[in-house]
């Protein structure tokens, strides 16, 4: 279910403590709140599901089953991909220190470096929003107070596209990065923009933080900005995370 922040310990768990109590085995039942943001993608089945004598927590929501089904890209696996790149206002910021620095960052929400120099980064998540909560923390953590007042962390600008994948593809990482690459280039200092096929397969809940850049990637293609502060101030948390297509 989905419910404001300040009342994620009261009202949150009592209803899913209720869904709980009227799910079958192997069923997962969720709120229509929930359902309208996990609606759009295209592995996800929504089923309305009356209750029989619902709990008065429940007699007001619409509920529903999901299951998942197999898409047209079964043979594909889908990869976020994630450009760092430093802003350099001098030599000292573009440097392999601070690009070691990041790496913690960038693969604890199952991140894998896969290219490195002295200015850039490369990384691809198994899903879109371990990516968006990598690149937001990565933010947020450059532009903390240092505890030395006389370092200055460097600061940075993130592009990230969504691309799919063969298993059998020897070759996969050669292309890889070349629409974040674009996007990276596109974006401004401490801002994290995003391809259109990474926007339009995003849940609502993420697309609502976004806006479109006035500019385009050099095919042109449109980009966004993700506004990790917006998606913050909407008060919402998502319970329980559903695996990412």
């Known amino acids: 279910c989905i419910v404001e922040e300040k009342d994620v310990f009261g009202h949150a768990v009592d209803v899913a403590s209720k869904l709980v109590a009227v799910c079958e085995a192997q069923e997962i039942l969720i709120t229509g709140a929930f359902q309208e943001c996990i609606k759009h993608l295209p592995e996800v089945i929504c089923t309305p599901y009356p209750l029989k004598n619902p709990p008065e927590v429940l007699r007001t929501l619409p509920i529903y089953s999901i299951a998942w089904q197999q898409t047209a890209d079964?043979?594909?696996?889908?990869l976020?991909?994630?450009?760092?790149?430093?802003?350099?206002?001098?030599a000292l910021d573009a440097s392999p220190q601070n690009i070691q620095a990041m790496i913690p960052l960038l693969t604890q929400h199952g991140g894998q470096i896969i290219y490195t120099d002295a200015e850039s980064i490369d990384a691809t998540f198994p899903n879109k929003t371990a990516g968006l909560q990598s690149a937001a923390e990565l933010l947020q953590h450059l532009q903390l107070p240092q505890a030395d007042d006389n370092i200055t962390a460097p600061a940075v600008k993130i592009g990230m596209h969504l691309v799919s994948i063969s298993p059998e593809d020897d070759d996969r990482h050669a292309n890889l990065f070349n629409q974040s690459r674009a996007a990276c280039a596109a974006a401004?200092?401490?801002e994290i923009a995003l391809t259109q096929l990474l926007y339009q397969n995003l849940p609502v809940f993420f697309q609502k933080a976004c806006l479109p850049y006035q500019g385009t990637t050099p095919s042109?293609?449109?980009l966004y900005r993700y506004r990790a502060e917006a998606a913050a101030?909407?008060?919402?948390?998502?319970?329980?995370?559903i695996p990412d297509s």
């Open 80 to 90: 976020c991909c994630c450009t760092v790149r430093i802003v350099s206002n001098s």
């Open 188 to 190: 401004g200092a401490y």
């Open 74 to 78: 079964e043979d594909f696996s889908s």
């Open 220 to 222: 042109g293609e449109p």
């Open 233 to 241: 101030e909407q008060n919402a948390l998502i319970i329980p995370v």
